[in-house]
């Protein structure tokens, strides 16, 4: 192309840019691979990622730097790797949203979880969670606490709770909005479950236990219990899956179980949940690994809620996360 004073990336530099992030979405928050085989023939693979500028190459482009040079503008370095999608997005109203700070910590975030996965051997672990959920049916209140602050975010006014969250009325609804307004803000770093292959091999083992897992799953569920008529003390788990209440779920390569604590139900429709009648529920959320046993993976519920769809989005609010798939002269 001509017209942006050679300040272009050259087919070089684009491929090393997709490369050095495996060829995924820098966007923390996207991450999605950008290549693929041709639906129609077996010579040709399918691509839908750029190599965007940072800092515009022509004058008057989003995040156009005066100070830079022509070498600098067509540098590895003021490239980052996105899918189509979100490179388009980052340019958006000239790129306000979107500052070059921020494009650089993408950048930097995903070239490291590269060069760990490459290094390691092992999948890309650290995805980011930011699953939006329309009803919160469970919430760990430490727990989850804990993981707001660790992400900068103190919580006022939490009551102190002794018994059922249920029991608490009003005010647990206060809470569970609280909660639900901060977790469409914040990132928690988390394994997903879809990415986890072979559990027991020890090489993943340690750096699975104490992990935060995020999963969109549909769930079986066990023992249920019903809502607490009394304001009786909470039963304590045994630690015997069998009497237990839990929820698991199960894929090809393991299966999740997830015993947890009935006090931590966040109204009487949602203790429905954790017995539905069709005896599956899909359920969002995140939860700590426990233990690996074999292909088996106890983990302890932290938020638990039913995940946001476009129909609930359109009577309750927007989704920002809308992928369409653009290809451009760009394309690598
Ligand atoms: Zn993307």
């Given at each position: 192309?001509?017209?942006?004073?050679?300040?272009?990336?050259?087919?070089?530099?684009?491929?090393?840019?997709?490369?050095?992030?495996?060829?995924?979405?820098?966007?923390?928050?996207c991450?999605?691979?950008?290549?693929?085989?041709?639906?129609h023939?077996?010579?040709?693979?399918?691509?839908?990622?750029?190599?965007?500028?940072?800092?515009?190459a022509?004058?008057?482009?989003?995040?156009?730097?005066?100070?830079?040079?022509?070498?600098e503008?067509r540098?590895a370095?003021?490239?980052?790797?996105?899918c189509?999608?979100?490179?388009g997005?980052i340019?958006?109203?000239?790129?306000?949203?979107?500052?070059?700070e921020?494009l650089?910590?993408?950048?930097?975030i995903?070239?490291?979880?590269?060069?760990e996965?490459f290094?390691s051997?092992?999948?890309i672990?650290s995805?980011?969670?930011?699953?939006?959920i329309?009803?919160?049916n469970?919430?760990?209140?430490?727990?989850?606490?804990?993981?707001?602050?660790?992400?900068?975010?103190?919580?006022?006014n939490?009551?102190?709770?002794?018994?059922?969250?249920?029991?608490?009325?009003?005010?647990?609804?206060?809470?569970?909005?609280s909660?639900?307004?901060?977790?469409?803000?914040?990132?928690?770093?988390?394994?997903?479950?879809?990415?986890i292959?072979?559990?027991?091999?020890?090489?993943?083992?340690?750096?699975?236990?104490?992990?935060?897992?995020?999963?969109?799953?549909?769930?079986?569920?066990?023992?249920?219990?019903?809502?607490?008529?009394?304001?009786?003390?909470?039963?304590?788990?045994?630690?015997?899956?069998?009497?237990?209440?839990?929820?698991?779920?199960?894929?090809?390569?393991?299966?999740l179980?997830m015993?947890?604590?009935?006090?931590?139900?966040?109204?009487?429709?949602?203790?429905?949940?954790?017995?539905?009648?069709?005896?599956?529920?899909k359920?969002?959320?995140?939860?700590?690994?426990?233990n690996?046993?074999?292909?088996?993976i106890?983990a302890?519920?932290i938020?638990l809620?039913f995940?946001?769809?476009?129909?609930?989005?359109a009577?309750?609010?927007?989704?920002?996360?809308?992928?369409?798939?653009?290809?451009?002269?760009d394309?690598?």
């Amino acid at each position: 192309m001509t017209g942006r004073n050679g300040a272009n990336f050259s087919p070089k530099i684009r491929s090393t840019l997709a490369e050095r992030v495996g060829y995924l979405c820098s966007n923390p928050h996207c991450r999605i691979p950008t290549i693929g085989p041709s639906d129609h023939t077996s010579e040709t693979a399918k691509r839908i990622g750029r190599a965007a500028h940072i800092h515009a190459a022509a004058k008057g482009g989003p995040r156009y730097s005066p100070q830079q040079t022509p070498e600098e503008r067509r540098s590895a370095a003021n490239g980052i790797f996105l899918c189509g999608n979100c490179a388009g997005m980052i340019d958006q109203n000239n790129g306000m949203e979107y500052p070059a700070e921020m494009l650089l910590d993408w950048k930097k975030i995903a070239e490291e979880e590269q060069k760990e996965a490459f290094i390691s051997g092992n999948p890309i672990f650290s995805s980011i969670w930011r699953q939006k959920i329309h009803y919160l049916n469970y919430i760990n209140i430490p727990r989850l606490e804990l993981e707001c602050l660790r992400n900068g975010y103190k919580i006022k006014n939490i009551p102190k709770i002794t018994g059922w969250l249920y029991h608490m009325g009003q005010q647990t609804g206060i809470i569970t909005a609280s909660f639900q307004g901060i977790l469409t803000r914040i990132d928690i770093a988390s394994i997903d479950i879809e990415k986890i292959r072979y559990p027991d091999d020890n090489k993943y083992k340690d750096n699975l236990i104490g992990a935060i897992i995020s999963f969109n799953e549909n769930f079986r569920t066990k023992n249920g219990v019903h809502p607490p008529v009394l304001r009786g003390a909470p039963p304590t788990l045994t630690g015997d899956i069998e009497k237990d209440p839990h929820i698991y779920y199960e894929n090809s390569f393991l299966k999740l179980i997830m015993p947890y604590d009935p006090r931590w139900i966040t109204t009487s429709t949602a203790f429905g949940d954790f017995r539905p009648s069709s005896g599956q529920q899909k359920m969002t959320g995140l939860a700590v690994i426990k233990n690996v046993a074999g292909s088996n993976i106890i983990a302890s519920p932290i938020v638990l809620g039913f995940p946001s769809n476009p129909l609930m989005e359109a009577f309750y609010g927007r989704t920002n996360n809308v992928r369409t798939i653009s290809i451009s002269e760009d394309d690598i």
